[in-house]
Nanobody
Framework: QVQLVESGGGLVQAGGSLRLSCAAS????????MGWYRQTPGKQRELVAD???????DYADFVKGRFTISRANAKNTVYLQMNSLKPEDTGVYYC????????WGQGTQVTGSS
């Protein structure tokens, strides 16, 4: 069983920064993908950024140049550094791990105030 524990959400003024963390525990394989998705008001859950254990990353166009995903493989942890936050970034951010299975965290609220 894999568990994902997210932290780092909160309220920040437009233009500010937050750093999200997601730590995985349990039966994770060495080769996996860890990433962040979000659900904003009125929209379906969407990819924000994804990082594979090979080192490759993907970003949604709406966060390129503002958000950075990184990971500490030894800790099975993935981070999302969010800079220049906008009010439209407001939503629930979910961590996802894909290895032998597909696992999701419970989500953490991010609110960008105008």
């Amino acid at each position: 069983q894999v568990q994902l524990v997210e932290s780092g959400g909160g309220l920040v003024q437009a233009g500010g920064s937050l750093r999200l963390s997601c730590a995985a525990s349990g039966s994770t394989t060495r080769y996996n993908a860890m990433g962040w998705y979000r659900q904003t008001p009125g929209k379906q859950r969407e990819l924000v950024a994804d990082s594979r254990s090979s080192g490759t990353t993907d970003y949604a166009d709406f966060v390129k140049g503002r958000f950075t995903i990184s990971r500490a493989n030894a800790k099975n942890t993935v981070y999302l550094q969010m800079n220049s936050l906008k009010p439209e970034d407001t939503g629930v951010y979910y961590c996802r791990l894909r290895s032998s299975g597909d696992y999701w965290g419970q989500g953490t609220q991010v609110t960008g105030s105008s």
